[in-house]
């Protein structure tokens, strides 16, 4: 009987350039784990571009969901998406499949890559979620001509994704966790992840915590990039500063991702499939190289991990076999670069040494896995602890060509015994009964109608009612209701209500 520690791994390598990283990688982690008595049992699978060329809309076909299922751990290529035929990116729709709700994303300043900041000590890791927010894809169009995307934000999803990053700081023994928001101007969505934030800081003490508005995040990143620690973010801003923080260690060719979920994780390099290198074997592999060290940490093989990543250090440290993007990047002659092949071949050559200009891997604080024990409330605990809503009134979105004076005063002899017109307001500046200085036409409004006995609750009738005599004079488009928590308004006013 054979005495090797087995993994089953499904590997997805995916369009493009993804296939030559993939295969890189597998070699570079076949070699090591015969050195240390491991084997992976590589369940190859498909997704991405040539899914969709089948014809499977989801671009993630049922096999390779199977494979996942059953291995719960993908190391993944880069994946095409389709542009303009209403395709889902398959990464997407992967991470969403598994409920991979953190996407880890770290940068570090690496031996023998010249960097503007080299020397500064970089070494952050941006913790992004990677659920919600516009990403969970819910747009509709308005009107033929006004397009809207709906930014969710749960207690939950942030509770989970900070209480992530907090783990993860401990884990690594990291000293600071940023959180970063837009809580100045999205009170309710970047506010509740900014309050979370909050409340969890005082859990995790020992742990120094602050929070950064997320523009003046994208300026510290430049201006003092070492000052940072763990940033964690909601999932769009956490996307484009991660891209940010690995423009400041090297670029694209050594950004790594880990994707975790609490049963699945999916590791990938943050770059796309660079579909002009594709098939031509100069890319660099690192940065799926280096994903796959968060995955072998992830499945408990920490030294070997370790030692894959010291080897991939070593051999940029030592710059004799180079691929085209570092030399570019050092000002030297592309045709001096090795292939993908030749590199890959230098890093399995260094495979048990270890750079010496920086720390080495086995020397630093080591992460496994993050699961974070999940305190959030149930459902009905939450809402006994929160209260019944109470429905003050209705936003209703109506698409109009008609001047805000016109549409304000027909909606307003609408409004009926039990409500008030408010306001109506165009993209969130009250048009009506003020009228906005710089008005600008787009042809939708909202109205808000307000219970005229503010001590009543509306009834469902009283609003619908509302609703058939506004599509009188209007195309309604969608409504919101207004309600309120122990007294707490639950929306936003509009600018100059
Ligand atoms: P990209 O594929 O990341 O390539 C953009 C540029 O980044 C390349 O032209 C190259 O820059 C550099 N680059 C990327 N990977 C590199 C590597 N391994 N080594 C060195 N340099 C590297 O971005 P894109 O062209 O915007 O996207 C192409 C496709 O990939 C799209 O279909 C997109 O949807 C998809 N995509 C997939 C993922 C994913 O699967 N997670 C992520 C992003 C994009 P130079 O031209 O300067 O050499």
Same mark, same amino acid.
């Given at each position: ?26 070699? /570079? ?6 050195? %240390? ?7 190859? %699978? ?91 894809? /819910? ?22 994704? /900070? ?50 508005? /997320? ?116 000002? #030297? ?109 787009? #042809? ?12 009543? %609750? ?40």
């Amino acid at each position: 009987m054979s005495n090797l520690r087995r993994h089953a791994v499904t590997i997805i390598p995916g369009d493009g350039v993804g296939p030559e990283v993939a295969l890189a990688t597998r070699r /570079i982690l076949d070699a090591a784990a015969a050195r %240390a008595g491991v084997a992976f049992d590589w369940e190859e %699978a498909e997704a991405g571009a040539s899914v969709f060329l089948k014809g499977d809309q989801t671009g993630v076909p049922q096999a390779t969901r199977d494979s996942i299922e059953r291995t719960r751990v993908a190391l993944k290529g880069p994946l095409e998406t389709p542009v303009g035929f209403g395709e889902k990116s398959a990464n997407v729709t992967l991470r969403k499949l598994f409920e991979t709700y953190a996407n880890v994303r770290p940068a570090r300043e690496l031996p023998g890559i010249p960097t503007r900041y080299k020397g500064e000590g970089i070494d952050m890791v941006i913790v992004r979620e990677n659920i919600e927010d516009l990403y969970a894809g /819910i747009e509709h169009l308005q009107s033929h001509d006004v397009a809207q995307a709906v930014k969710l934000i749960t207690r939950k999803g942030s509770e989970k994704i /900070i209480r992530f990053a907090y783990e993860l700081a401990l884990r690594e023994n990291r000293k600071k966790v940023t959180t970063a928001s837009k809580a100045n101007i999205l009170k309710f969505t970047e506010g509740m992840f900014k309050r979370i934030g909050e409340e969890l800081a005082a859990e995790y003490a020992p742990i120094e915590a602050n929070h950064l508005i /997320i523009d003046n995040v994208a300026h510290q990143m430049v201006k003092d990039p070492a000052q940072f620690d763990v940033i964690v973010a909601t999932n769009l801003h956490g996307d484009i500063i991660s891209d940010l923080a690995s423009g400041l260690v090297g670029g694209l060719g050594f950004a790594s991702s880990a994707n975790y979920g609490d049963e699945v994780a999916i590791f990938e390099a943050v770059h796309g499939s660079a579909p002009k290198y594709a098939g031509k074997n100069v890319i660099n592999p690192t940065a799926l190289v280096l994903s796959a060290t968060m995955m072998l940490r992830h499945i408990g093989e920490l030294d070997l991990a370790d030692q894959v990543e010291d080897a991939v250090l070593a051999t940029l440290e030592d710059g004799k076999a180079l691929p085209q993007d570092v030399v570019r990047q050092q000002g #030297g002659d592309v045709e001096a670069a090795v292939s993908t092949t030749g590199f890959t071949d230098a890093v399995i050559e260094n495979l048990g040494r270890g750079p010496t200009s920086v720390p080495t891997a086995a020397s630093r604080p080591r992460a496994t896995s993050v699961k974070p024990h999940p305190r959030w409330v149930d459902g009905e605990k939450r809402l006994a602890e929160v209260g019944p809503a109470t429905v003050l009134g209705v936003d209703i979105f109506v698409e109009s060509l008609l001047s805000p004076a016109e549409i304000g005063t027909k909606l307003a002899a609408l409004s009926g015994p039990n409500f008030n017109l408010r306001m109506v307001s165009s993209r969130g500046v009250v048009v009506w009964p003020k009228a906005a200085p710089a008005f600008d036409h787009v #042809g939708f409004f909202r109205a808000r109608f307000i219970a005229r006995d503010e001590t009543q %609750a509306v009834s469902n009738e009283e609003l619908l009612a509302l609703v058939t005599r506004v599509a009188g004079v209007a195309q309604w488009v969608h409504l919101e209701k207004l309600r309120s928590w122990g007294g707490e308004e639950g929306f936003t006013r509009a600018a100059g209500e």
